[in-house]
């Protein structure tokens, strides 16, 4: 026997591609997204709308705090440490998550000291503009590349 009433089921993917999923053992309980709806929400991604990247004093002004803060590796590593997360419409962060690669841009650890540092650093960060599109405040992922070679920063991207 069939039932009239349709089952409300769990989707395993995400809304969109891309959306970080909340986990309690890497997130903040605080953060919330802005907006969020029971049904779905949806972020924009970093490009959207009509600044591409909105930080205060712009990427200048993290690589000059990077350059304060004198993060390494003793090890002479090579490759790209990214780290991605969520602006929420009050420029308050959170969702943070790293990928690391290396120099041929493979999936590889480099140095799990100097990723954590540039987590907690990425994470410091806080001067993220709250992003508006067609006059609303919006969620939007960004994520910042930090470039290693001889295990020293030397370019932050984009």
């Known amino acids: 026997m069939l039932s009239c009433q349709a089952e409300k089921k769990m989707s ?11 986990d309690e053992k890497l997130d903040e309980a605080g953060f919330k997204k802005c907006g969020a709806r029971k049904e779905r929400h949806f972020s924009f991604q970093y490009y959207h709308g009509p600044k591409m990247f909105g930080y ?3 990427k200048i002004a993290i690589e000059e705090k990077l350059k304060k803060e004198n993060i390494y590796s003793e090890k002479k590593v ?9 602006v929420n419409c009050e420029g308050k962060t959170g969702l943070f998550r790293s ?3 290396d120099s041929d841009l493979k999936d590889a650890v480099l140095n799990e000291e100097l ?5 907690n650093f990425t994470k410091s960060l806080n001067g ?5 599109i067609e006059g609303l405040k919006v969620d939007y992922y960004q994520y910042l590349t930090y470039k290693i070679e001889d295990g ?4 932050v991207l984009p």
């Open 12 to 22: 395993k993917y995400p809304d969109t591609v891309g959306d970080i999923a909340f």
């Open 56 to 58: 205060k004093g712009e």
């Open 78 to 86: 090579n490759g790209y440490i990214t780290v991605r997360f969520l």
């Open 99 to 101: 990928k690391h690669m």
């Open 115 to 119: 990723e954590n540092k540039l987590l």
């Open 128 to 132: 993220w503009m709250p992003k508006e």
């Open 152 to 155: 020293k920063v030397s370019e």
